[in-house]
Structure formats: C-alpha cells, structure tokens
C-alpha cells in the first residue's frame, strides 16, 4: 500500500485545540461496513448504537506528566520529555536542546528536583538519570506530580497546559500510570455514558496499553508496510480474556475503544481464542488485515500519512473511511485528540 494512499487535505482550524465543553457532547460519525451509510450524531448517543451482551473494552492507561522545564548550571533553559522507563530513576528522554547539554550535566527543575543527561541514544533520544540519596530509590512517578506537566501533542498549539486538561487529556477510568500520551477515543465517557451502557446490558471490561511518543509520528516511507511502529508496553489480564471469550461465545460483540486496544487484542489473539499476558507489542496494522478479535471499533480522526489511520482503513476499507473523512470536514467535524469521534459497526 502507497502511504500516499492515506493522505488527506484538512483545514488547520479543524484541528481541536480544546476539548468540547461535555465530554460526550463531542459529535459522533457511525459508519455501517455491512449497508455502507454514515450517520451524523452525538457521543452521549452511543449506546444505542450496541445490544445486550456486546463488551466494550477500554484501555485504563493514566497519562503521567512527562514534560519536565529546567535550567542548567548556567542558567540556560531545558526541556526534558520523558518517554520511557529503563529502570527505577532511569527514563529515556527527548532533551531541548540536546546540542547544548552536554553528557553529565544536571540539571534543575525546582522543588529540590534535578536529573543528570547522559549519552545519547537511537532516535535523537537522551538517557536521564534522576538524582537521589541511593540509586534507584527516587520514584519519578512522585516527582513528576510535584514538577511535571502534563504533554499535549504537538499539534495542539499551546505554550502550557491549562488547569482543565489535567483532568480532560485523560479518561475518566484511567487508572494505571505510564502512558506520555492519551488513548483519545476514551477521552468521550462520562460516568453517565458508562452508566447507560450498563442499563443497556453492554459489558465492559479493561486493558492497559501505555501510549508512547511514537503515535505521533507519521509513516515516512514511500509503501506503508515499510514503516515500524515503536513498541509498547501492554497488560491484559486472564480476567478479561475470559470476559471477552464468553461474549462472543455468547453472540456478543466485542467493541475496541481506540486503536490502542485494537492492536493489544489483536497480538493476543489467536487458535481462535483471547490469550492474556503481558509485556511490549509492535503490531502494525494497515490493510489488507483480517481482523480477528475486534468486531467493531470506536476511534477518533487520526493524521493523514499515520499509523493509526492505516488500522482504521484496515478495519473498515480505504475509500470508505476516507470519504467518512471528506464528510466530516464538510460538516465540520473536529479533528485528533481533543476532537469528535467515530463508531464503526
């Protein structure tokens, strides 16, 4: 497949900057593969769209507050993002710039907490160690409450995370800490959509899935099957393998909540049955693909040229998704992460 084949023209000021004032007031694009029509709705409408004995699957991955502003010894100012943990106190970090920090000097970002940059590593990254007493006794995690901010995607063009996106870039069962960035198609669920899902008979069940940095980066290479996804760290638990097998046994659907949950399912899955397990996938799904552990699917508007707009084309056919596309600029959909959602049945 030409990664030519998933580009699209969209208006910059379709590109959400803020969430919708409701959480499920963001609007929602249901898309049928079997009748091929499209319908225009709301979020807070959704489980009308599932029946009694469905299960919805939900990645309750926690956003940690990995962009960290420093100084270094001499005054200068340093961005640090941390992407991924080595070993306790030891991250692998974007580092700004990385040109002028040399390897070994720390650097300062208040409340008592400071770090040392270390060499460079694959991918323009830095290793970061933080200091403390003892080796290996600091917890990040902690630290980054105290000091770090929350990290918006790069399309979103703010200098600062305002006070509301502490709470709305993140879901409202998040529950596990370790993703750098949303599972968006969860950012939709109020307390009151997940109420109506129960009242309707639609089970639910959890995975964790840390989103890394990687989700923003676009498919560079001329053919789609070229490009690596980065890998991710993934639980799913034998409890919800379990729940999962029982609603299809029992002619329910299994709805993905995000193409984070998609790819965990899909890597565990196979011999006809959900697998639990836990530990780091780097499944790249772009079509033809044929889907296994998914029945329907509920995602946000991804980038043009992107890893996740190839899964959705997967699931649902290239030239469909990108005339739902075409549609949804024309009723003036918002578009990424704080943007509206789409439900494929």
């Given at each position: 497949m030409k990664?030519?084949?998933l580009?699209y023209?969209?208006p910059?000021?379709?590109?959400?900057?803020h969430?919708a004032e409701r959480r499920d007031?963001s609007?929602?694009?249901?898309l049928?593969?079997s009748?091929?029509t499209?319908?225009?709705d709301?979020?807070?409408?959704?489980?009308?769209?599932l029946?009694?004995?469905?299960?919805?699957v939900?990645?309750d991955?926690?956003?940690?507050?990995?962009?960290l502003r420093?100084?270094k010894?001499?005054?200068?100012q340093?961005?640090v993002?941390?992407l991924h943990?080595?070993?306790p106190g030891?991250?692998?970090?974007?580092?700004?710039?990385s040109a002028r920090?040399?390897?070994?000097?720390?650097?300062e970002f208040g409340g008592?907490?400071?770090?040392t940059i270390e060499e460079?590593?694959?991918g323009g990254?830095?290793r970061?160690?933080?200091?403390?007493?003892e080796?290996?006794?600091?917890?990040?995690?902690r630290v980054l409450e105290?000091?770090?901010?929350?990290p918006?995607?790069?399309?979103i063009r703010?200098d600062?995370?305002d006070?509301?996106d502490?709470?709305?870039?993140q879901?409202?069962y998040?529950?596990?800490p370790?993703a750098?960035?949303a599972p968006?198609?969860?950012?939709h669920f109020?307390?009151?959509?997940?109420?109506?899902?129960e009242?309707?008979?639609?089970?639910r069940?959890?995975?964790?899935?840390?989103v890394?940095?990687?989700?923003?980066r676009?498919i560079?290479?001329?053919?789609v099957?070229?490009?690596?996804?980065?890998?991710?760290?993934f639980a799913f638990?034998?409890e919800?393998a379990e729940?999962?097998?029982?609603?299809?046994?029992?002619?329910?659907?299994?709805v993905a909540?995000?193409?984070?949950?998609?790819r965990?399912l899909?890597?565990?899955?196979?011999?006809?049955?959900?697998?639990?397990?836990?530990?780091?996938t780097?499944k790249?799904?772009y079509?033809p693909y044929?889907?296994?552990?998914?029945?329907a699917l509920q995602t946000n508007f991804?980038?043009?040229?992107s890893?996740?707009?190839?899964?959705v084309?997967?699931?649902?056919?290239?030239?469909?998704?990108?005339e739902?596309?075409r549609?949804?600029i024309?009723e003036?959909?918002?578009?990424?992460?704080?943007g509206?959602a789409?439900?494929?049945?």
């Amino acid at each position: 497949m030409k990664t030519s084949d998933l580009d699209y023209e969209l208006p910059p000021e379709l590109i959400a900057q803020h969430p919708a004032e409701r959480r499920d007031e963001s609007r929602l694009l249901v898309l049928d593969r079997s009748a091929g029509t499209m319908r225009l709705d709301v979020f807070r409408n959704l489980p009308g769209y599932l029946n009694r004995g469905d299960c919805l699957v939900l990645n309750d991955t926690k956003v940690i507050r990995a962009r960290l502003r420093g100084r270094k010894p001499t005054g200068g100012q340093v961005e640090v993002f941390l992407l991924h943990e080595l070993s306790p106190g030891e991250w692998r970090a974007l580092v700004r710039p990385s040109a002028r920090v040399p390897e070994g000097m720390r650097v300062e970002f208040g409340g008592g907490v400071s770090a040392t940059i270390e060499e460079p590593l694959p991918g323009g990254q830095r290793r970061v160690v933080f200091d403390s007493a003892e080796p290996g006794s600091v917890d990040v995690l902690r630290v980054l409450e105290q000091v770090g901010e929350i990290p918006l995607p790069p399309y979103i063009r703010r200098d600062h995370p305002d006070a509301g996106d502490l709470t709305r870039y993140q879901t409202v069962y998040a529950r596990v800490p370790g993703a750098v960035a949303a599972p968006t198609a969860g950012l939709h669920f109020t307390d009151e959509t997940l109420r109506a899902l129960e009242a309707r008979g639609v089970d639910r069940a959890t995975l964790t899935l840390h989103v890394g940095y990687g989700t923003f980066r676009p498919i560079l290479t001329d053919m789609v099957e070229e490009h690596q996804v980065e890998p991710e760290d993934f639980a799913f638990s034998a409890e919800t393998a379990e729940k999962l097998s029982r609603a299809r046994a029992s002619g329910g659907r299994v709805v993905a909540v995000g193409t984070t949950v998609t790819r965990v399912l899909e890597t565990q899955f196979w011999d006809g049955r959900y697998h639990s397990g836990e530990g780091v996938t780097d499944k790249f799904i772009y079509p033809p693909y044929q889907f296994r552990a998914i029945d329907a699917l509920q995602t946000n508007f991804h980038l043009p040229r992107s890893s996740l707009l190839a899964l959705v084309c997967a699931f649902a056919g290239t030239e469909f998704i990108l005339e739902a596309y075409r549609l949804a600029i024309r009723e003036r959909f918002r578009f990424y992460s704080y943007g509206d959602a789409m439900l494929i049945l």
